[in-house]
């Protein structure tokens, strides 16, 4: 069965410097939504996405932004990063509640 | 605002034994999820179990089962039978089910060590 794809699977940044990760739900998914996760720590929500319009928001950063096209895959923009970005990136999809299906995560190192 | 609290950062079992993990959580949501998502070293997050709070039976998956107290807020896991395969973080995780497309709220986190 088809899953989420999250792209790229690594990525190694400066501080300053901006980074774009994309997220390709599961065909047929209309929801997206976006974790980081810092070393050690749990998962923490980020931005949601229903029908290519923002849902629900939660501790992202105003550095972050985020949107859904229209082929329903999503992309995380982040701008001026800091040190304290390192963190593993999560995409999620779903079609119905309440269930999300998680991808695999982008690794963000930021030097 | 809902909160998550795990209060074992670390389990060890014997393959074989049975070990359980807690979970207490706090929402003033009568509707809601509960799950337990385990992370292996992969870091993939994998769904175990999940429970509607709306249902009184408790949810099970194989050797997977929770033990749901509403009126406590209290959602912890079992695991019987554990396994090499079962080491891993597991993490307790709340979802209100209001509609929108909310975000999980995740506990802290159980790290499970199984020893052979």
């Known amino acids: 069965a088809a899953g989420v794809i999250q792209s790229p699977r690594h990525l190694i940044k400066e501080k300053r410097e901006t980074a774009t990760l994309k997220c390709y739900p599961i065909?047929?998914?209309?929801?997206v939504y976006w974790y980081q996760q810092g070393p050690g720590q749990d998962p923490q929500f980020l931005i949601s996405?229903?029908?290519?319009?923002?849902?629900d928001k939660g501790s992202i950063p105003d550095r972050f932004s985020a949107q859904q096209f229209s082929d329903y895959h999503s992309e995380l923009n982040m701008s001026s990063l800091e040190l304290g970005d390192s963190a593993l990136y999560f995409c999620?999809?779903?079609?119905?509640?309440?269930?999300?299906?998680f991808g695999p995560g982008t690794r963000l190192t930021v030097l | 605002a809902q909160t998550v609290t795990q209060s074992q950062p670390e389990m060890s079992v014997q393959e074989a034994e049975t070990v359980t993990l807690s979970c207490t959580y706090d929402?003033?949501?009568?509707?809601?999820?509960l799950f337990w998502y385990k992370q292996p070293p992969s870091r993939q997050m994998i769904l175990v179990i999940r429970q509607e709070a709306y249902k009184q039976q408790n949810a099970t998956e194989n050797r997977f089962s929770v033990n749901f107290q509403k009126a406590a807020k209290s959602f912890s896991l079992k695991i019987s039978d554990s396994q090499l395969g079962d080491a891993a973080m597991y993490f307790c995780?709340?979802?209100?089910?209001?509609?929108?497309?909310?975000?999980?709220?995740f506990g802290k986190g159980t790290h499970l060590i199984i020893q052979p």
């Open positions: 995780a709340l979802l209100f089910s209001g509609g929108g497309a909310d975000g999980l709220t």
């Open positions: 996405f229903y029908e290519k319009m923002q849902s």
């Open positions: 999620a999809s779903s079609s119905t509640l309440p269930r999300q299906y």
């Open positions: 929402t003033s949501e009568s509707d809601y999820y």
């Open positions: 065909p047929r998914h209309d929801t």
